[in-house]
């Protein structure tokens, strides 16, 4: 069957209204579902998998296709509007985010966060279409060892987020490695720092850590001096984002795209990580490193298009190889299951009219994702308008609803708090949280998959350096050092005395 | 407040209590799946939810409490009231294996009473084509040689001990010994391993790697069933002769804490009995390779009881348990 | 606090937190099977070198701290009034404590009104009746839209048991 045909015959399949209502629908659910803290993506699609039971396979598909989407974008809201992230994956857009909306640029930043993901979006599924099986197979040659190599090459970003400190930033990566130690060990199944608390033992749930290192110091902070935002221009959000700015982030944007599509199509990564390189891609190569963190909108939009960037590709490994990428995924290749379909190499046989379906779906769903997005911020932007002392408790118990039903579980509330007010300290020293999350994230998979090299290999060390794809992150990490330590040497040897600045 | 008045009002509060246990359920259910969404153990709770919800009269909360290969969700049911308003879906992983395997455990059987088990999954075990092995026998003899792998789920799940107890019945002597266990978070990425080339072989539920089969991705060596199973063209354990690999079978069921009245666990019994009769229930779980066989609350405890015997024998020959 | 002093107080902070790791937290706290093939793969062997890096971090943190001259800027906009600000935030310590006291007890949605209320009047809100009114309102919302909507338990109270 020629390419042609095929493209017939998928779009026979999905050329109906329902198809097109579900992918609508879906798109919807996930953009309100993300931009509910706790909530998130998976959630919202986890909840949506019955209903796509009773549906003719590539609708389900589709919806829950949507919903994934839809979700990953809306992560984002909450993120600018109250620097509490909806999703894992937007925690990266409270950086700048944040900072704009605070200086009443919310719909400018949820703008370009709508605009870049898009974008990216846009690139990933054509990514997704072109190279699948390319990409797959590059999937495949990822074991243990290239994965080490991989993420200690990703810890490096953390040198991009620190700050004005790179040893503070160092401090609060390490307290986020040793905090996700806690649990069972990996290899022998043992209790590490788990207190006999069987809560304890499954570790610290992420979203709890993450919202509590995020949202609550903000509640504190306003607790401390519930005064200090009187008189700041925190306003109605009516500006919105300019074709200039992005333009001026364009080159942010498609390298972001091009970080999701490498990080999504390996499996077992996922969305964050990926926002995080991107963001500190674009603020080591930008004009305005600076602004970063302060409200740059190159950052939103390098942050967005990195999360966005995975959402298609992670379809490359499901579709190619039954491999669901993260968690997200799973729940997708649970439907195809339901409806008899088996996502892998025959299904691009097989079931060529459904592929074919699904990509020129995920083509229609940036065009949906666009029309709802704009819709969403609308509503949405208001929220910058709310009173700040009514807006704060509003937040708290949203926080407190939403940090439950991640895993129903009280005891993750209880995790929320006390990471509220280690985040607290935290900006009271001025130690940036960015690195803390990173590490958190990350420690957990350097630790797995080094110890699992060395189960492979008999605790041979070589098997680091098995092949071109190890070395090749080995040479990307130490070129980073290298430019780490010639930073911080030239910063030691310039404008000493200028501010009150820490030299490292 | 009068002795008489106090009385009154204990026999009122009785009479409510008596009452409301009567008509049990009087409110909705809380069922708890201690693994994530997305997973056999989520997939299956969700497909019986809705003729179980029928046969009920009233919704079931479904809640999904991960952590720690299933223990986090055990425990809430452990600690919760003993009312039948929660309940658990009980897995293989969380309620034969961990039991036997892990000393750290913070409950074991007797905290709770099963009603049910309603599903059964057969293990299979699988190699990636590039290995070269079509056979058991091909494995063992690769044993031999040294340097053969087998990823898992995780420390103590089913997919370790599965590996484990194969390879001893098939006659490894020292199976922890010569061969290296690589565990992986989560089933998934313990078949993505497999194909991968980072681990030799793995043992699994069938559905898990059904897919992976079909797309010729893995072989299938052996099914652990006394019946073949649809999709894995290959021998099985009564085929090769090894019918103690039967007691080998991933399981799904219904457990309350330990208190759990009799009243509330006959109840369960007849609506289970209505649930599995659903023919779009039945549809839905074969075509994931599940076998439905409905258990009555005693041949559940037996079951689960006998198949813990058998876990916890091999592990303390093998000095497998994991202390401290 | 100035930039000096921040330096200082979380190296010395790091150096004893590595120190505590070291000699007390990690033997106590983390166990190892006694049949450790080799020292790479043991459950210890990740935290120790942890530990190792914080206080490397601590030394680096005391010593750029030390090159530091002291310039007498604060790094913090001081709070108007420190001592009410501190009594703020015990009270919103108290408020948390309480919270997960009251959580499994009153429920979910009567613990929420409360929170919400307690928190509003704790930051001196200039609308108290919109703050009583949506502290009503807000976890009424949330309840239905999480219960009914999304499907999750949320806990019901021993007073309180919503529909």
């Not at chain 1, 857009?93 to 979006?121: F, H, N, V």
């Not at chain 3, 902070?13 to 106590?28: H, R």
């Given at each position: 069957?020629?390419?042609?045909?095929?493209?017939?015959?998928?779009?026979?399949?999905?050329?109906?209204?329902?198809?097109?209502?579900?992918?609508?629908?879906?798109?919807?659910?996930?953009?309100?579902?993300?931009?509910?803290?706790?909530?998130?993506?998976?959630?919202?699609?986890?909840?949506?998998?019955?209903?796509?039971?009773?549906?003719?396979?590539?609708?389900?598909?589709?919806?829950?296709?949507?919903?994934?989407?839809?979700?990953?974008?809306?992560?984002?809201?909450?993120?600018?509007?109250?620097?509490?992230?909806?999703?894992?994956?937007?925690?990266?857009?409270?950086?700048?985010?944040?900072?704009?909306?605070?200086?009443?640029?919310?719909?400018?930043?949820?703008?370009?966060?709508?605009?870049?993901?898009?974008?990216?979006?846009?690139?990933?599924?054509l990514s997704l279409i072109l190279f699948a099986g390319w990409l797959a197979s590059f999937a495949?040659?990822?074991?243990?060892?290239?994965?080490?190599?991989?993420?200690?090459?990703?810890?490096?970003?953390?040198?991009?987020?620190?700050?004005?400190?790179?040893?503070?930033?160092?401090?609060?990566?390490?307290?986020?490695?040793?905090?996700?130690?806690?649990?069972?060990?990996?290899?022998?199944?043992?209790?590490?720092?788990?207190?006999?608390?069987?809560?304890?033992?499954?570790?610290?749930?992420?979203?709890?850590?993450?919202?509590?290192?995020?949202?609550?110091?903000?509640?504190?902070?306003?607790?401390?001096?519930?005064?200090?935002?009187?008189?700041?221009?925190?306003?109605?959000?009516?500006?919105?984002?300019?074709?200039?700015?992005?333009?001026?982030?364009?080159?942010?944007?498609?390298?972001?795209?091009?970080?999701?599509?490498?990080?999504?199509?390996?499996?077992?990564?996922?969305?964050?990580?990926?926002?995080?390189?991107?963001?500190?891609?674009?603020?080591?190569?930008?004009?305005?490193?600076?602004?970063?963190?302060?409200?740059?909108?190159?950052?939103?939009?390098?942050?967005?298009?990195?999360?966005?960037?995975?959402?298609?590709?992670?379809?490359?490994?499901?579709?190619?190889?039954?491999?669901?990428?993260?968690?997200?995924?799973?729940?997708?290749?649970?439907?195809?299951?339901?409806?008899?379909?088996?996502?892998?190499?025959?299904?691009?046989?097989?079931?060529?009219?459904?592929?074919?379906?699904?990509?020129?779906?995920?083509?229609?769903?940036?065009?949906?994702?666009?029309?709802?997005?704009?819709?969403?911020?609308?509503?949405?932007?208001?929220?910058?308008?709310?009173?700040?002392?009514?807006?704060?408790?509003?937040?708290?118990?949203?926080?407190?609803?939403?940090?439950?039903?991640?895993?129903?579980?009280?005891?993750?509330?209880?995790?929320?708090?006390?990471?509220?007010?280690?985040?607290?300290?935290?900006?009271?020293?001025?130690?940036?949280?960015?690195?803390?999350?990173?590490?958190?994230?990350?420690?957990?998979?350097?630790?797995?998959?080094?110890?699992?090299?060395?189960?492979?290999?008999?605790?041979?060390?070589?098997?680091?350096?098995?092949?071109?794809?190890?070395?090749?992150?080995?040479?990307?990490?130490?070129?980073?050092?290298?430019?780490?330590?010639?930073?911080?040497?030239?910063?030691?040897?310039?404008?000493?005395?200028?501010?009150?600045?820490?030299?490292? | 407040?009068?002795?008489?008045?106090?009385?009154?009002?204990?026999?009122?509060?009785?009479?409510?209590?008596?009452?409301?246990?009567?008509?049990?359920?009087?409110?909705?259910?809380?069922?708890?799946?201690?693994?994530?969404?997305?997973?056999?153990?989520?997939?299956?709770?969700?497909?019986?939810?809705?003729?179980?919800?029928?046969?009920?009269?009233?919704?079931?909360?479904?809640?999904?409490?991960?952590?720690?290969?299933?223990?986090?969700?055990?425990?809430?049911?452990?600690?919760?009231?003993?009312?039948?308003?929660?309940?658990?879906?009980?897995?293989?992983?969380?309620?034969?294996?961990?039991?036997?395997?892990?000393?750290?455990?913070?409950?074991?059987?007797?905290?709770?009473?099963?009603?049910?088990?309603?599903?059964?999954?057969?293990?299979?075990?699988?190699?990636?084509?590039?290995?070269?092995?079509?056979?058991?026998?091909?494995?063992?003899?690769?044993?031999?040689?040294?340097?053969?792998?087998?990823?898992?789920?995780?420390?103590?799940?089913?997919?370790?001990?599965?590996?484990?107890?194969?390879?001893?019945?098939?006659?490894?002597?020292?199976?922890?010994?010569?061969?290296?266990?690589?565990?992986?978070?989560?089933?998934?990425?313990?078949?993505?391993?497999?194909?991968?080339?980072?681990?030799?072989?793995?043992?699994?539920?069938?559905?898990?790697?059904?897919?992976?089969?079909?797309?010729?991705?893995?072989?299938?060596?052996?099914?652990?069933?006394?019946?073949?199973?649809?999709?894995?063209?290959?021998?099985?354990?009564?085929?090769?002769?090894k019918p103690a690999l039967h007691q080998l079978v991933g399981w799904t069921g219904i457990a309350?804490?330990?208190?759990?009245?009799?009243?509330?666990?006959?109840?369960?019994?007849?609506?289970?009995?209505?649930?599995?009769?659903?023919?779009?229930?039945?549809?839905?779980?074969?075509?994931?390779?599940?076998?439905?066989?409905?258990?009555?609350?005693?041949?559940?405890?037996?079951?689960?009881?006998?198949?813990?015997?058998?876990?916890?024998?091999?592990?303390?020959?093998?000095?497998?348990?994991?202390?401290? | 606090?100035?930039?000096?002093?921040?330096?200082?107080?979380?190296?010395?902070?790091?150096?004893?937190?590595?120190?505590?790791?070291?000699?007390?937290?990690?033997?106590?706290?983390?166990?190892?099977?006694?049949?450790?093939?080799?020292?790479?793969?043991?459950?210890?062997?990740?935290?120790?070198?942890?530990?190792?890096?914080?206080?490397?971090?601590?030394?680096?943190?005391?010593?750029?701290?030390?090159?530091?001259?002291?310039?007498?800027?604060?790094?913090?906009?001081?709070?108007?009034?420190?001592?009410?600000?501190?009594?703020?935030?015990?009270?919103?310590?108290?408020?948390?404590?309480?919270?997960?006291?009251?959580?499994?007890?009153?429920?979910?949605?009567?613990?929420?009104?409360?929170?919400?209320?307690?928190?509003?009047?704790?930051?001196?809100?200039?609308?108290?009746?919109?703050?009583?009114?949506?502290?009503?309102?807000?976890?009424?919302?949330?309840?239905?839209?999480?219960?009914?909507?999304?499907?999750?338990?949320?806990?019901?109270?021993?007073?309180?048991?919503?529909?």
């Open positions: 069957m020629s390419f042609l045909d095929s493209l017939a015959a998928g779009l026979s399949l999905v050329g109906n209204i329902e198809s097109f209502l579900a992918l609508f629908m879906g798109v919807a659910i996930g953009v309100i579902g993300g931009a509910i803290p706790g909530m998130s993506a998976t959630m919202a699609v986890a909840l949506t998998l019955p209903f796509t039971f009773a549906m003719q396979p590539i609708t389900g598909i589709l919806l829950l296709l949507g919903v994934y989407k839809g979700g990953i974008f809306g992560g984002s809201i909450p993120a600018i509007l109250i620097k509490t992230p909806g999703t894992p994956a937007s925690s990266a857009t409270i950086l700048d985010g944040y900072p704009m909306a605070e200086k009443g640029e919310a719909g400018r930043a949820l703008g370009m966060a709508l605009w870049a993901s898009c974008t990216a979006d846009v690139i990933s599924n495949l040659s990822f074991g243990p060892p290239e994965f080490f190599t991989l993420i200690l090459f990703s810890l490096t970003i953390i040198a991009g987020v620190s700050g004005e400190s790179l040893l503070r930033g160092a401090l609060s990566a390490l307290l986020g490695l040793l905090l996700a130690t806690i649990g069972l060990d990996l290899v022998y199944g043992t209790n590490r720092f788990t207190f006999g608390d069987p809560n304890m033992m499954g570790g610290l749930n992420f979203i709890a850590v993450l919202i509590g290192l995020f949202a609550i110091p903000e509640i504190l902070a306003m607790v401390w001096h519930p005064t200090a935002h009187v008189g700041t221009a925190r306003s109605l959000g009516k500006n919105w984002v300019s074709f200039a700015d992005y333009r001026r982030s364009f080159k942010s944007i498609v390298r972001g795209s091009f970080i999701g599509v490498f990080l999504g199509s390996i499996p077992g990564i996922g969305a964050a990580p990926s926002a995080f390189l991107s963001y500190s891609e674009a603020r080591r190569t930008s004009k305005n490193k600076e602004n970063f963190g302060k409200g740059e909108v190159e950052g939103v939009a390098a942050s967005e298009a990195g999360n966005n960037g995975v959402a298609g590709a992670t379809l490359i490994p499901l579709l190619a190889l039954g491999v669901p990428g993260d968690v997200i995924t799973a729940i997708i290749i649970g439907a195809f299951m339901i409806h008899g379909l088996q996502p892998g190499p025959m299904m691009f046989i097989l079931n060529v009219d459904i592929i074919y379906g699904l990509f020129i779906g995920l083509i229609v769903s940036s065009v949906f994702l666009f029309l709802i997005g704009t819709v969403a911020i609308r509503g949405f932007k208001y929220v910058a308008d709310i009173p700040k002392r009514i807006l704060i408790p509003a937040v708290l118990v949203l926080c407190i609803y939403g940090v439950f039903a991640v895993n129903n579980n009280i005891f993750d509330v209880g995790v929320m708090f006390v990471m509220g007010w280690v985040g607290f300290m935290m900006v009271r020293y001025h130690i940036p949280a960015a690195p803390f999350l990173i590490a958190f994230i990350l420690g957990p998979l350097l630790e797995d998959n080094f110890r699992q090299s060395m189960l492979m290999s008999g605790s041979d060390p070589s098997i680091l350096v098995r092949g071109p794809i190890t070395w090749f992150f080995w040479a990307m990490t130490l070129l980073t050092i290298i430019a780490i330590v010639r930073a911080g040497v030239r910063a030691v040897k310039g404008t000493p005395a200028l501010s009150p600045k820490v030299k490292d | 407040m009068t002795f008489r008045t106090l009385g009154a009002v204990c026999a009122l509060s009785l009479g409510l209590a008596g009452a409301a246990l009567a008509e049990y359920p009087e409110r909705p259910i809380n069922m708890v799946i201690p693994y994530g969404a997305g997973g056999a153990t989520d997939i299956s709770a969700r497909t019986i939810a809705e003729p179980l919800g029928a046969a009920v009269g009233k919704p079931l909360v479904m809640a999904n409490v991960t952590g720690a290969g299933g223990a986090t969700g055990s425990v809430a049911v452990q600690n919760a009231k003993e009312d039948g308003y929660t309940m658990l879906f009980a897995r293989v992983g969380s309620h034969s294996v961990n039991p036997a395997m892990k000393a750290t455990l913070p409950y074991t059987l007797d905290d709770f009473r099963f009603v049910t088990v309603y599903e059964i999954n057969p293990v299979a075990c699988a190699v990636s084509p590039s290995s070269g092995i079509t056979s058991m026998e091909d494995l063992i003899a690769k044993v031999d040689e040294g340097g053969v792998t087998y990823s898992s789920s995780g420390v103590g799940s089913l997919l370790h001990l599965a590996a484990v107890m194969v390879l001893s019945e098939f006659g490894v002597e020292e199976p922890l010994t010569k061969t290296t266990h690589i565990p992986q978070k989560g089933g998934g990425a313990a078949a993505t391993a497999v194909l991968n080339g980072t681990a030799t072989f793995l043992c699994t539920n069938s559905s898990a790697i059904a897919s992976f089969v079909a797309n010729k991705q893995l072989v299938p060596l052996m099914v652990t069933t006394a019946e073949p199973v649809a999709g894995f063209d290959v021998p099985t354990a009564a085929d090769l002769g309350g804490p330990d208190g759990l009245p009799d009243d509330v666990a006959d109840k369960w019994g007849a609506w289970m009995a209505a649930a599995t009769e659903d023919p779009e229930f039945l549809e839905k779980m074969t075509a994931r390779g599940s076998v439905i066989e409905l258990m009555s609350p005693e041949d559940a405890n037996a079951f689960i009881e006998g198949q813990y015997n058998t876990f916890r024998k091999l592990v303390d020959d093998l000095g497998m348990r994991i202390e401290g | 606090m100035t930039q000096r002093q921040v330096q200082l107080r979380l190296g010395f902070g790091a150096l004893l937190a590595a120190i505590f790791l070291a000699v007390y937290a990690i033997p106590a706290w983390v166990s190892s099977p006694s049949n450790v093939g080799n020292v790479i793969l043991s459950p210890l062997f990740w935290p120790y070198a942890l530990s190792g890096f914080t206080g490397l971090a601590g030394l680096g943190l005391v010593f750029s701290g030390l090159r530091l001259e002291d310039t007498g800027t604060p790094v913090n906009t001081p709070s108007e009034n420190p001592n009410a600000a501190w009594l703020r935030l015990a009270g919103m310590a108290v408020i948390m404590g309480l919270t997960m006291i009251a959580l499994p007890r009153l429920g979910m949605v009567l613990t929420s009104m409360l929170i919400f209320g307690a928190t509003a009047f704790l930051v001196r809100t200039r609308h108290p009746v919109t703050a009583v009114f949506c502290a009503v309102i807000i976890p009424l919302v949330l309840y239905a839209f999480f219960a009914h909507v999304a499907g999750v338990a949320i806990p019901q109270g021993n007073i309180l048991r919503l529909p």
